[in-house]
T-cell receptor
Framework: NAGVTQTPKFQVLKTGQSMTLQCAQDMNHEYMSWYRQDPGMGLRLIHYSVGAGITDQGEVPNGYNVSRSTTEDFPLRLLSAAPSQTSVYFC???????????FGPGTRLTVT | ELKVEQNPLFLSMQEGKNYTIYCNYSTTSDRLYWYRQDPGKSLESLFVLLSNGAVKQEGRLMASLDTKARLSTLHITAAVHDLSATYFCADMAGNDMRFGAGTRLTVKP
Protein backbone atom coordinates (compact mmCIF):
# COMPACT_ATOMS: atom_id res chain seq x y z
CA ASN A 1 0.00 0.00 0.00
CA ALA A 2 1.20 3.49 -0.83
CA GLY A 3 -0.90 4.95 2.01
CA VAL A 4 -1.73 8.63 1.54
CA THR A 5 0.01 10.35 -1.35
CA GLN A 6 0.11 14.05 -2.14
CA THR A 7 1.31 15.96 -5.16
CA PRO A 8 3.12 18.21 -5.70
CA LYS A 9 5.66 18.28 -2.86
CA PHE A 10 6.51 21.94 -3.48
CA GLN A 11 4.70 24.70 -5.35
CA VAL A 12 5.22 28.40 -5.88
CA LEU A 13 2.27 30.47 -7.09
CA LYS A 14 1.75 34.10 -7.88
CA THR A 15 -1.07 35.98 -6.21
CA GLY A 16 -4.33 35.35 -8.05
CA GLN A 17 -3.32 32.07 -9.64
CA SER A 18 -5.35 28.94 -9.03
CA MET A 19 -4.19 25.38 -8.57
CA THR A 20 -5.23 21.98 -7.27
CA LEU A 21 -3.39 19.99 -4.64
CA GLN A 22 -3.88 16.28 -5.20
CA CYS A 23 -4.48 13.71 -2.47
CA ALA A 24 -5.10 10.00 -2.87
CA GLN A 25 -5.30 7.03 -0.53
CA ASP A 26 -5.40 3.33 -1.29
CA MET A 27 -6.67 2.07 2.06
CA ASN A 28 -10.40 2.35 1.26
CA HIS A 29 -10.79 4.95 4.00
CA GLU A 30 -14.09 6.78 4.27
CA TYR A 31 -12.90 9.88 6.09
CA MET A 32 -10.48 12.27 4.38
CA SER A 33 -9.38 15.72 5.39
CA TRP A 34 -7.16 18.65 4.50
CA TYR A 35 -5.15 20.68 7.01
CA ARG A 36 -2.81 23.59 6.81
CA GLN A 37 0.12 23.94 9.16
CA ASP A 38 1.52 27.34 9.98
CA PRO A 39 4.40 27.98 12.40
CA GLY A 40 3.30 28.00 16.03
CA MET A 41 -0.34 27.22 15.21
CA GLY A 42 -0.52 23.48 14.95
CA LEU A 43 -2.75 22.11 12.20
CA ARG A 44 -6.05 23.67 11.20
CA LEU A 45 -8.79 21.77 9.41
CA ILE A 46 -9.76 23.22 6.03
CA HIS A 47 -12.32 20.75 4.65
CA TYR A 48 -13.21 17.16 5.28
CA SER A 49 -15.23 14.36 3.72
CA VAL A 50 -16.97 11.43 5.40
CA GLY A 51 -17.43 9.55 2.14
CA ALA A 52 -17.68 9.89 -1.62
CA GLY A 53 -19.98 12.74 -2.59
CA ILE A 54 -19.99 14.27 0.90
CA THR A 55 -17.84 17.21 1.93
CA ASP A 56 -18.01 19.82 4.65
CA GLN A 57 -16.12 22.83 5.92
CA GLY A 58 -13.64 22.81 8.73
CA GLU A 59 -12.18 25.64 10.74
CA VAL A 60 -10.58 27.63 7.90
CA PRO A 61 -12.39 26.90 4.61
CA ASN A 62 -12.32 30.33 2.95
CA GLY A 63 -10.44 30.41 -0.34
CA TYR A 64 -10.51 26.65 -0.79
CA ASN A 65 -12.82 24.17 -2.52
CA VAL A 66 -12.92 20.39 -2.35
CA SER A 67 -14.76 17.56 -4.02
CA ARG A 68 -14.93 13.82 -3.40
CA SER A 69 -16.05 12.00 -6.50
CA THR A 70 -14.34 8.73 -5.52
CA THR A 71 -13.37 7.12 -2.23
CA GLU A 72 -9.69 7.34 -3.17
CA ASP A 73 -9.26 10.97 -4.21
CA PHE A 74 -9.79 14.24 -2.37
CA PRO A 75 -8.33 17.24 -4.26
CA LEU A 76 -8.04 20.68 -2.71
CA ARG A 77 -8.49 23.68 -5.00
CA LEU A 78 -7.13 27.13 -4.34
CA LEU A 79 -9.40 29.47 -6.25
CA SER A 80 -7.29 32.64 -6.28
CA ALA A 81 -4.09 32.27 -4.32
CA ALA A 82 -3.17 34.87 -1.71
CA PRO A 83 0.07 35.28 0.28
CA SER A 84 -1.90 34.32 3.42
CA GLN A 85 -2.25 30.84 1.93
CA THR A 86 1.48 30.26 2.11
CA SER A 87 1.65 27.18 4.30
CA VAL A 88 2.29 23.45 4.44
CA TYR A 89 -0.76 21.45 3.47
CA PHE A 90 -1.43 17.95 4.75
CA CYS A 91 -4.02 15.49 3.58
CA UNK A 92 -5.11 12.73 5.93
CA UNK A 93 -7.43 9.76 5.89
CA UNK A 94 -8.95 7.36 8.38
CA UNK A 95 -11.10 4.25 8.27
CA UNK A 96 -13.98 6.19 9.77
CA UNK A 97 -14.67 9.45 11.55
CA UNK A 98 -12.87 9.36 14.88
CA UNK A 99 -10.37 6.65 13.95
CA UNK A 100 -6.65 7.42 13.88
CA UNK A 101 -5.67 9.42 10.85
CA UNK A 102 -2.87 8.65 8.41
CA PHE A 103 -1.17 11.71 7.01
CA GLY A 104 0.35 12.30 3.61
CA PRO A 105 3.87 13.75 3.20
CA GLY A 106 2.62 17.31 2.76
CA THR A 107 2.79 20.04 0.11
CA ARG A 108 4.79 23.17 0.81
CA LEU A 109 3.06 26.08 -0.93
CA THR A 110 4.47 29.56 -1.33
CA VAL A 111 2.36 32.39 -2.73
CA THR A 112 4.27 35.48 -3.83
CA GLU B 1 -15.38 27.62 20.72
CA LEU B 2 -13.34 24.47 20.30
CA LYS B 3 -9.94 24.93 21.92
CA VAL B 4 -7.03 22.62 22.52
CA GLU B 5 -4.21 23.94 24.65
CA GLN B 6 -0.89 22.24 25.19
CA ASN B 7 1.81 23.06 27.63
CA PRO B 8 4.61 23.50 27.63
CA LEU B 9 5.14 24.63 24.05
CA PHE B 10 8.88 24.10 24.30
CA LEU B 11 10.60 21.48 26.41
CA SER B 12 14.30 20.80 26.72
CA MET B 13 15.18 17.67 28.65
CA GLN B 14 18.25 15.79 29.64
CA GLU B 15 18.49 12.18 28.61
CA GLY B 16 17.24 9.85 31.31
CA LYS B 17 14.82 12.35 32.83
CA ASN B 18 11.04 12.12 33.07
CA TYR B 19 8.54 14.75 32.06
CA THR B 20 4.86 15.26 31.24
CA ILE B 21 3.16 17.20 28.47
CA TYR B 22 -0.34 18.44 29.23
CA CYS B 23 -3.27 18.84 26.86
CA ASN B 24 -6.45 20.64 27.89
CA TYR B 25 -9.44 20.61 25.58
CA SER B 26 -12.77 22.36 25.64
CA THR B 27 -15.29 19.90 24.21
CA THR B 28 -17.18 17.08 25.85
CA SER B 29 -15.48 14.63 23.51
CA ASP B 30 -14.53 11.24 24.93
CA ARG B 31 -11.60 10.69 22.61
CA LEU B 32 -8.22 12.33 22.29
CA TYR B 33 -5.32 11.83 19.89
CA TRP B 34 -1.57 12.20 20.14
CA TYR B 35 0.69 12.64 17.11
CA ARG B 36 4.41 13.02 16.60
CA GLN B 37 6.08 15.15 13.94
CA ASP B 38 9.78 15.13 13.12
CA PRO B 39 11.24 18.30 11.56
CA GLY B 40 10.22 18.67 7.93
CA LYS B 41 8.18 15.48 8.06
CA SER B 42 4.55 14.47 8.25
CA LEU B 43 2.58 13.47 11.31
CA GLU B 44 2.58 9.99 12.79
CA SER B 45 -0.20 8.71 15.01
CA LEU B 46 0.97 7.72 18.49
CA PHE B 47 -2.16 7.10 20.52
CA VAL B 48 -5.92 7.22 20.24
CA LEU B 49 -7.57 7.44 23.67
CA LEU B 50 -11.20 6.43 23.43
CA SER B 51 -12.70 6.74 26.89
CA ASN B 52 -12.35 8.27 30.31
CA GLY B 53 -9.49 6.70 32.21
CA ALA B 54 -7.88 5.28 29.08
CA VAL B 55 -4.16 4.71 29.38
CA LYS B 56 -1.89 3.61 26.55
CA GLN B 57 1.83 2.98 26.53
CA GLU B 58 4.35 2.54 23.78
CA GLY B 59 7.98 2.31 24.77
CA ARG B 60 8.93 5.35 26.84
CA LEU B 61 5.68 7.19 26.12
CA MET B 62 2.47 6.81 28.09
CA ALA B 63 -0.73 8.72 27.39
CA SER B 64 -3.79 9.05 29.59
CA LEU B 65 -7.21 10.68 29.35
CA ASP B 66 -9.40 12.26 32.02
CA THR B 67 -12.61 13.35 30.31
CA LYS B 68 -14.06 14.86 33.47
CA ALA B 69 -11.11 17.26 33.75
CA ARG B 70 -10.86 17.52 29.93
CA LEU B 71 -7.19 16.74 30.30
CA SER B 72 -4.83 14.35 28.58
CA THR B 73 -1.20 13.81 29.50
CA LEU B 74 1.75 12.40 27.61
CA HIS B 75 4.38 11.14 30.00
CA ILE B 76 7.94 10.59 28.91
CA THR B 77 10.02 8.14 30.91
CA ALA B 78 13.81 8.14 30.82
CA ALA B 79 14.00 10.32 27.72
CA VAL B 80 16.36 9.45 24.89
CA HIS B 81 17.55 11.61 22.01
CA ASP B 82 15.33 9.75 19.51
CA LEU B 83 12.27 11.20 21.23
CA SER B 84 13.20 14.72 20.07
CA ALA B 85 10.23 15.85 17.95
CA THR B 86 7.09 17.96 18.12
CA TYR B 87 4.13 16.31 19.83
CA PHE B 88 0.57 17.32 19.09
CA CYS B 89 -2.63 16.46 20.85
CA ALA B 90 -5.94 16.72 19.03
CA ASP B 91 -9.59 16.61 19.98
CA MET B 92 -12.51 15.67 17.78
CA ALA B 93 -15.94 17.25 18.08
CA GLY B 94 -18.30 15.66 15.60
CA ASN B 95 -16.31 15.48 12.38
CA ASP B 96 -14.07 18.43 13.22
CA MET B 97 -10.59 17.69 14.54
CA ARG B 98 -8.73 20.46 16.39
CA PHE B 99 -5.03 20.34 17.14
CA GLY B 100 -3.04 21.94 19.88
CA ALA B 101 -0.12 24.19 18.93
CA GLY B 102 2.35 21.39 19.63
CA THR B 103 5.13 20.79 22.14
CA ARG B 104 8.62 20.92 20.68
CA LEU B 105 10.69 18.46 22.67
CA THR B 106 14.47 18.47 22.59
CA VAL B 107 16.32 15.73 24.45
CA LYS B 108 19.95 16.57 25.16
CA PRO B 109 22.70 14.09 26.01
Amino acid sequence: NAGVTQTPKFQVLKTGQSMTLQCAQDMNHEYMSWYRQDPGMGLRLIHYSVGAGITDQGEVPNGYNVSRSTTEDFPLRLLSAAPSQTSVYFCASSYSTGAEQYFGPGTRLTVT
Amino acid sequence: ELKVEQNPLFLSMQEGKNYTIYCNYSTTSDRLYWYRQDPGKSLESLFVLLSNGAVKQEGRLMASLDTKARLSTLHITAAVHDLSATYFCADMAGNDMRFGAGTRLTVKP
